[in-house]
């Protein structure tokens, strides 16, 4: 009796080890999954997020970037960082995507809150077509808000930049849409 419970303390412990190994592998992030091959290996040229549920992707390794990248000296030693990204589909259905970081200083670890639109502001603007015939309708961020984005990376040697971003934007008719997982993963121009 004594030998058969070694043996079942042995199995118990090993079902405990294996578990554990497939719980660490269980719990990768989104960020985890995304594929890394790319042409330029200290950038992965991606800039994607969810939105209600839905994701929009740009990255050089699906061949579909699609947008610019800025960072320029502005006034008073600051700077005005700039992404836009765009999406289209079938049916003239499309989107843009745009953040702009007005009178910063990029640095790693560093977190911006986005506000409403304007000049020496943080914010995050959305264009979307629906149908061919009608004008495409604005998203923006607005102050006292959730939204922000923080830097994970930051590069001038080689003019990279990665971060991270989410926020809720509003049209003029006051519907909101969430914008969650953003993950931006790019070279800038000067």
């Given at each position: 009796?004594?030998?058969?419970?070694?043996?079942?303390d042995?199995?118990?412990?090993?079902?405990?080890?294996?578990?554990?190994?497939?719980?660490?592998?269980?719990?990768?992030?989104?960020?985890?999954?995304?594929?890394?091959?790319?042409?330029?290996?200290?950038?992965?040229?991606?800039?994607?997020?969810?939105l209600?549920?839905?994701?929009?992707?740009?990255?050089?390794?699906?061949?579909?970037?699609?947008?610019?990248?800025?960072?320029?000296?502005?006034?008073?030693?600051?700077?005005?960082?700039?992404?836009t990204?765009?999406?289209?589909?079938?049916?003239?259905?499309?989107?843009?995507?745009?953040?702009?970081?007005?009178?910063?200083?990029?640095?790693?670890?560093?977190?911006?809150?986005?506000?409403?639109?304007?000049?020496?502001?943080?914010?995050?603007?959305?264009?979307?077509?629906?149908?061919?015939?009608?004008?495409?309708?604005?998203?923006?961020?607005k102050?006292n808000?959730?939204?922000?984005?923080?830097?994970?990376?930051?590069?001038?040697?080689?003019?990279?930049?990665?971060?991270?971003?989410?926020?809720i934007?509003?049209?003029?008719?006051?519907?909101?849409?969430q914008?969650?997982?953003?993950?931006?993963?790019?070279?800038?121009?000067?």
């Amino acid at each position: 009796m004594k030998h058969s419970g070694t043996h079942n303390d042995l199995l118990r412990s090993f079902t405990a080890i294996v578990l554990v190994m497939f719980s660490f592998n269980c719990t990768k992030t989104i960020h985890d999954r995304r594929p890394t091959g790319t042409l330029t290996p200290e950038s992965r040229e991606y800039f994607g997020f969810v939105l209600n549920g839905r994701h929009f992707i740009s990255e050089e390794s699906t061949g579909n970037v699609s947008g610019d990248c800025f960072y320029t000296a502005t006034y008073d030693s600051a700077s005005t960082f700039r992404i836009t990204s765009s999406h289209s589909a079938d049916n003239c259905t499309g989107s843009t995507i745009e953040i702009i970081l007005d009178s910063v200083q990029l640095k790693e670890g560093n977190s911006y809150e986005f506000g409403a639109p304007g000049p020496k502001k943080n914010y995050l603007t959305c264009f979307f077509t629906n149908e061919c015939s009608k004008p495409a309708i604005l998203y923006a961020t607005k102050d006292n808000s959730f939204g922000f984005v923080k830097i994970k990376k930051y590069r001038p040697d080689i003019k990279v930049i990665g971060a991270v971003f989410s926020c809720i934007v509003v049209n003029s008719a006051g519907k909101t849409l969430q914008i969650a997982d953003g993950y931006i993963d790019r070279h800038y121009s000067e």
